[in-house]
């Protein structure tokens, strides 16, 4: 595994950084913020502070104005902070910048969910993804940041001695880029071979945003235990569990979670995991229904379902934590008849948008799983009919 050394560790004093400009109001950034210090939290740090500024754009030299950068280095001296987390990608030179400005170690939130990967990722095809995506994050920066070594080195004659440093640098990162797509070329072979394997079994993946319960759903379903934790991607290795519901066999998949602003090297990284998605007979989308930002994670699962050309699949949306959006949306002394007919509402609108394939659960009360395995048993018979028409088993 690459050895980042702007990995978070434990307990480290945060302060969270972001823009406010016309494509982005402050209401969202508010929101991209909450989700950022989840981030923050999973890695292991604390947000101690939020600054947020209002720019046309983001300055090319230091992401923010020079009056706001002096406002986050005092604060961060006096408060202690040991990193700035930006929630936007920035440049090698940008990173330099604002680390010569304020002293303080500085990433972005690309690198920040690279550094989560690399604590979640256990298996060895999983290790090399991330291993590659943390190579390609960085080839595009060694400029910046080298400039930032040379002049650690001082003296005359030193920016020769850089500049070829980072030549070797480049041909040694570009080397490791190879030997890992190369290393990952044959995992996938490997992988394609199980999943051909697997024989004539229709396959359901359960895909959506991080953290809306996807592998809780899994182990009630499948009846073993599957990780499930209240972390962003607590889960990045893709499990399948063989499910049979009224003598119907099934394949039923975990996989990894969406995020809004995924790196697109982590994207293009991670497609053998993907392929799970991409070869999935039925999709089941999960959405965390009391996140204030449902639809728009919704939206994100289903850009990143375009872009990996699965979007076309029959897809089954559960909207899970029914529960907790009730308790966050509903006041205690709301009359029966006014809350159900506001449940009836927001259902009958979903199941209007996804053609009648949705299903309202929550998967720590166990509610309405009878719904959920009658719908998914009716899916995956219906493939089988049409698959093999002539198996009267199905």
């Known amino acids: 595994m690459l050895d980042n050394s702007k990995q978070i560790q434990k307990e480290e004093r945060a302060a969270l950084v972001s823009l406010i400009h016309k494509d982005q109001t402050e209401e969202r950034v508010l929101e991209y913020l909450d989700e950022l210090a989840f981030l923050a939290e999973t890695a292991g740090a604390i947000s101690v502070k939020r600054f947020t500024q209002k720019l046309a754009s983001p300055d090319s030299k230091t992401f923010v104005g020079k009056g706001k950068l002096e406002e986050i280095k005092f604060y961060c001296a006096d ?98 880029i190879s030997l890992l797509r190369h290393r990952l070329a044959q995992i996938d072979k490997q992988a394609f071979t199980q999943r051909k394997d697997r024989g004539e079994l229709i396959r359901v993946a359960l895909v959506g945003y991080t953290n809306v319960g996807k592998s809780t759903i899994m182990t009630i379903l499948s009846k073993t235990d599957v990780f499930a934790e209240n972390k962003l991607f607590a889960t990045l290795d893709t499990t399948t569990r063989k499910i049979v519901f009224e003598r119907t066999p099934f394949l039923l998949s975990d996989t990894v979670g969406f995020i809004r602003k995924l790196p697109h090297h982590l994207v293009e990284s991670f497609k053998s995991t993907l392929d799970e998605v991409r070869e999935a007979d039925i999709l089941l989308h999960v959405v965390d229904t009391s996140h204030p930002a449902y639809e728009e994670q919704i939206g994100v699962v289903n850009k990143t379902l375009q872009e990996i050309n699965a979007f076309e699949k029959p897809i089954i949306t559960l909207f899970n934590k029914m529960d907790l959006y009730e308790k966050n949306t509903f006041d205690e002394w709301l009359e029966p008849e006014v809350k159900k007919e506001l449940l009836d509402d ?10 009648n394939n949705a299903v309202f659960i929550a998967a720590t009360e166990r509610r309405n799983f009878d719904t959920l395995r009658n719908t998914i048993l009716n899916k995956v018979q219906a493939l089988y009919k049409i698959r093999y028409p002539y198996k009267p088993e199905f």
């Open 79 to 176: 408060k202690g902070i040991t990193i700035l987390i930006f929630d936007d990608e920035l440049s090698g030179a940008q990173i330099n910048n604002i680390e010569k400005a304020t002293n303080v170690k500085t990433i972005d939130r690309s690198d920040l969910i690279l550094d989560i990967f690399a604590r979640r990722a256990k298996t060895a095809q999983a290790k090399a993804q991330v291993e590659l995506a943390q190579y390609q994050y960085i080839l595009p920066r060694l400029r910046g940041m080298w400039k930032h070594l040379e002049r650690l080195g001082g003296g005359i004659g030193t920016r020769g001695p850089g500049e070829s440093e980072i030549e070797t640098d480049r041909r040694i990162v570009r080397d490791k």
């Open 346 to 355: 927001l259902q009958e609108r979903w199941k209007r948008e996804t053609e």
